[in-house]
């Protein structure tokens, strides 16, 4: 961003802070370490981060790109504390794709606990696989999908210009269209709702009431489609 004095430099904060409580409000952040204060200051500290980084030449808004920042600088102190992790992620998965194979061998739905009984799953594993799920939604997709524990995310990787040259440019086209391939094989409503919480922003209750279910639906929809999501672009990690 163009250089600035500390005044205009702090006006600016100022003026985004809404968006840092409206970012920390969406995130799932129970059974942790922190609290609510906690974590807006470290929404703070990303978008100060974001005002050093932006540009403008990218045709980016700077509220999409702050926000992008702010939720990433919060999921890496979630992660780094042991919020969520590479192993409970690679869990999760195994545990969907235990759950897709089960249900097609017994062509019907399985529940949860048919799978933990399947699986012969102790209680402290059942307790990992759910703490994993209600940590999803404070994650980003660049964690989720690719194990990325820095805080750079998905969009800035497929819209940054610092290339290294024609083999940087070839691996990005390639992510994008892997990306966009893994999208489309989704089912329209869990495109959908990839949609309405990851680029309108709205909360699971607010999608809930879209999609016409209930919220805890909501969840294990968005729980589906991003393991599914992470399975097809497993190549990428």
Do not use: C
């Given at each position: 961003?163009?250089?600035?004095?500390?005044?205009?430099?702090?006006?600016?904060?100022?003026?985004?802070?809404?968006?840092?409580?409206?970012?920390?409000?969406?995130?799932?952040?129970?059974?942790?370490?922190f609290e609510r204060e906690d974590l807006i200051q470290v929404g703070v500290i990303g978008l100060m981060d974001a005002i050093d980084r932006f540009q403008p030449q990218l045709g980016v808004p700077f509220d999409y790109y702050a926000g992008?920042?702010?939720?990433?600088?919060?999921?890496?102190?979630?992660?780094?504390?042991?919020?969520?992790?590479?192993?409970?992620?690679?869990?999760?998965?195994?545990?969907?794709?235990?759950?897709?194979?089960?249900?097609?061998?017994?062509?019907?739905?399985?529940?949860?606990?048919?799978?933990?009984?399947?699986?012969?799953?102790?209680?402290?594993?059942?307790?990992?696989?759910?703490?994993?799920?209600?940590?999803?939604?404070?994650?980003?997709?660049?964690?989720?999908?690719?194990?990325?524990?820095?805080?750079?995310?998905?969009?800035?990787?497929?819209?940054?210009?610092?290339?290294?040259?024609?083999?940087?440019?070839?691996?990005?086209?390639?992510?994008?269209?892997?990306?966009?391939?893994?999208?489309?094989?989704?089912?329209?409503?869990?495109?959908?709702?990839?949609?309405?919480?990851?680029?309108?922003?709205?909360?699971?209750?607010?999608?809930?009431?879209?999609?016409?279910?209930?919220?805890?639906?909501?969840?294990?929809?968005?729980?589906?489609?991003?393991?599914?999501?992470?399975?097809?672009?497993?190549?990428?990690?």
């Amino acid at each position: 961003m163009e250089a600035m004095n500390d005044l205009q430099r702090q006006q600016l904060i100022l003026s985004h802070l809404p968006l840092v409580h409206r970012t920390v409000s969406k995130m799932h952040y129970k059974g942790t370490a922190f609290e609510r204060e906690d974590l807006i200051q470290v929404g703070v500290i990303g978008l100060m981060d974001a005002i050093d980084r932006f540009q403008p030449q990218l045709g980016v808004p700077f509220d999409y790109y702050a926000g992008i920042r702010i939720r990433g600088t919060i999921t890496d102190t979630l992660r780094k504390a042991g919020h969520l992790s590479k192993e409970k992620l690679a869990a999760l998965s195994l545990f969907y794709r235990e759950k897709a194979a089960l249900e097609q061998q017994l062509m019907r739905s399985v529940t949860d606990d048919e799978l933990f009984d399947h699986l012969e799953m102790t209680q402290k594993e059942q307790r990992g696989i759910f703490q994993t799920m209600a940590a999803l939604p404070s994650a980003s997709l660049e964690e989720i999908l690719f194990d990325d524990a820095s805080s750079s995310s998905l969009q800035e990787r497929l819209v940054s210009e610092d290339t290294d040259g024609p083999e940087e440019a070839v691996m990005k086209e390639a992510l994008s269209g892997a990306l966009k391939s893994a999208l489309t094989a989704l089912e329209e409503r869990d495109q959908l709702l990839l949609q309405l919480y990851y680029v309108e922003g709205l909360a699971f209750k607010e999608i809930a009431a879209v999609l016409e279910v209930s919220v805890p639906r909501v969840s294990q929809l968005h729980t589906r489609a991003l393991m599914a999501l992470r399975a097809a672009l497993d190549g990428w990690r």
